[in-house]
């Protein structure tokens, strides 16, 4: 999932036109909200459920830090190229509002489908403008090695060797040094 996250002093945005079939039933009129985080939500093929909850989770600290309560949810397919299927997409965004209302954030989602036009106005302090990069499974997926760094693969590529550096500065390979006479 990724997310861009804008501390708004508004945002405006219109249904323009459906943009697939599976898009929600939503009357074509401007919608202002005032005071707010908005959230441009994209969701990936791998996202789940618990993908939404983590991410609110994220959202949620950043709320606490700046004094914020309010988000809308603005699916926003524009952040990846990896994209879930609408039918999943739409599960996980409606995840995302239930889980933040929960948690008592005032939470409103913009309709899943649609080309919207938008006006926004971001508050000008340095934490306004974060991009968040919410991976599938966490940490444990990292356990699992279904996500591994670079460094990681790097790593099983290095072939290690061993010496026995003798008091005259020579070296011996391990595998060829004698060890009879010596304790461990």
């Not at 913009?110 to 340095?126: D, L, N, Q, R, T």
């Not at 403008?129 to 090695?145: D, L, M, P, R, W």
């Amino acid at each position: 999932m990724k997310i861009l996250q804008l501390h708004s002093n508004f945002i405006e945005y219109r249904p323009v036109e459906r943009e697939i079939s599976q898009a929600e039933d939503v009357e074509q009129k401007t919608y202002r909200i005032e005071d707010l985080v908005v959230l441009f939500t994209c969701v990936e093929r791998d996202d789940d459920l618990e993908t939404a909850r983590r991410a609110i989770d994220e959202v949620k600290v950043f709320l606490d830090k700046v004094g914020a309560n309010r988000v809308l949810i603005y699916p926003y397919a524009h952040l990846s190229a990896d994209l879930a299927g609408p039918f999943e997409a739409l599960r996980v965004l409606e995840e995302m509002k239930a889980y933040a209302e929960k948690l008592g954030v005032e939470v409103y989602r913009a309709p899943f489908g649609w080309c919207k036009e938008f006006s926004i106005s971001v508050k000008g302090h340095p934490l306004a403008e974060q991009f968040k990069s919410i991976v599938s499974g966490g940490k444990e997926a990292a356990e699992k090695g279904e996500m591994v760094s670079r460094a990681l693969e790097a790593e099983e590529k290095i072939k290690s060797y061993w010496f026995i550096l003798k008091p005259d500065g020579s070296m011996i390979p391990i595998e060829e040094f004698d060890f009879t006479g010596y304790e461990n």
